[in-house]
């Protein structure tokens, strides 16, 4: 009976064991993929100077190119929110028209199946997503 006992101990401190070490990966994970992003983008900063550098660029160039840019990348902002803004449009013109096509059920059930999808979406991409239909919200 001791030997039963023995072992019955050895599978519960492993198991508290793994317990344990998943929790420490767990919360280890996101700060080494942050760590992994920003020095993807660091580098990709890098190696952008870089080619700036390999030009020779005098220093009016270089204000100049860097003003361009900076202008550029807030005008691709500018897109994107205008974007967001009509794809919202967009989405809500056709939660209506399907509200209408559905039942109250199965527009209750359609309205669920969207917000687990866009729950795990969120989980993956590290975003928000549209969070369900706007008419709803």
């Not at 992994?36 to 952008?48: A, D, I, K, T, V």
């Not at 202008?71 to 013109?93: M, Y």
């Not at 059920?105 to 706007?134: A, I, V, Y």
């Amino acid at each position: 009976m001791n030997i039963g006992l023995g072992n019955t101990w050895k599978l519960r401190v492993a198991a508290l064991l793994i317990f344990l070490l998943g929790a420490a990966a767990g919360a280890l994970a996101p700060r080494a993929y942050s760590a992994w992003f920003r020095e993807g983008r660091q580098r990709s900063r890098e190696r952008f100077e870089q080619m700036l550098d390999r030009l020779q660029l005098t220093p009016e160039q270089n204000a100049q190119v860097q003003q361009t840019l900076g202008e550029a990348r807030e005008q691709f902002r500018a897109i994107r929110r205008e974007s967001e803004t009509r794809e919202d449009e967009v989405r809500s013109r056709a939660d209506e028209r399907l509200r209408q096509i559905m039942t109250p059920e199965q527009w209750q059930q359609f309205k669920q199946m969207m917000d687990e999808r866009d729950g795990s979406r969120r989980g993956r991409r590290g975003r928000g997503g549209r969070g369900g239909p706007p008419s709803e919200r």
